[in-house]
């Protein structure tokens, strides 16, 4: 079956910006997590979404990061005024569920490569 | 707070050689999971392994192994044979249980190139 795709692949911005990344999990994953990975900071956990609910935002960098998910299925993020320092690779990895005791592997996708010029 | 730690930047070796990249992680929960995940040049994440805290068999899958020791807080994995196909960046990540949490904890990574 199809893995988890994000569109688009690269993206150039001029910095101040507003720019879109979107991620379309695996069918049927109801989780579906935001890394972000740059060279000085590995990967970084920036939001996660069960269902449509975000329960925690709290690994967004700033208020210029927002994130949604509608249906349950494809999510948007989104940095707003963008900053040289957002420049990164973008994953979006999704998963069968989180629950108690569940632990579910999560499968990424390929990433959007931002940089902000 | 949890942590991963994977000490070695960069591995270089030959084909056929074998080659362990080491993880070592922090936690404070006794119920946790351990995860190993390569990144070709492609960039893809891919899944390789999980490990729950209450099972520290060893684990091998081909000419992968992962060794886990929780008296030294380590899970190690071993690539025996290497071959160039292997060259990739290499994850380790931790998961604390219970079941509201889902964050993956990343190691900064280990980056393997097999020459041939």
């Known amino acids: 079956g199809a893995g988890v795709s994000q569109s688009p692949s690269n993206k150039v911005t001029e910095k101040g910006k507003d720019v879109e990344l979107r991620c379309d999990p695996i069918?049927?994953?109801?989780?579906l997590y935001w890394y972000r990975q740059s060279l000085g900071q590995g990967l970084e956990f920036l939001i996660y979404?069960?269902?449509?609910?975000?329960?925690?935002k709290s690994g967004l960098p700033s208020d210029r990061f927002s994130a949604e998910r509608t249906g349950g299925s494809v999510s948007t993020l989104t940095i707003q005024r963008t900053q040289q320092e957002d420049s990164a690779v973008y994953l979006c990895?999704?998963?069968?569920?989180?629950?108690?005791?569940?632990?579910?592997?999560?499968?990424f996708g390929p990433g959007t490569r931002l940089t902000v010029t | 707070a949890q942590k991963v730690t994977q000490a070695q930047t960069e591995i270089s070796v030959v084909e056929k050689e074998d080659v362990t990249l080491d993880c070592v992680y922090e936690t404070r929960d006794t119920t946790y999971y351990l995860f190993w995940y390569k990144q070709p040049p492609s960039g893809e994440l891919v899944f390789l392994i999980r490990?729950?805290?209450?099972?520290?068999q060893n684990e091998i899958s081909g000419r992968y192994s992962w060794n886990f020791q929780k008296s030294t807080s380590s899970f190690n994995f071993t690539i025996t044979a290497s071959q160039v196909v292997d060259s990739a960046v290499y994850f380790c990540?931790?998961?604390?249980?219970?079941?509201?949490?889902?964050?993956?904890?990343f190691g900064k990574g280990t980056l393997l190139t097999v020459n041939p």
């Open positions: 990895a999704s998963s069968l569920a989180v629950g108690t005791g569940g632990i579910y592997e999560q499968y």
């Open positions: 990540a931790l998961k604390e249980g219970g079941g509201s949490n889902y964050k993956l904890t």
């Open positions: 979404f069960q269902g449509n609910s975000a329960p925690d």
């Open positions: 490990r729950n805290s209450f099972d520290e």
């Open positions: 069918s049927g994953h109801t989780a």
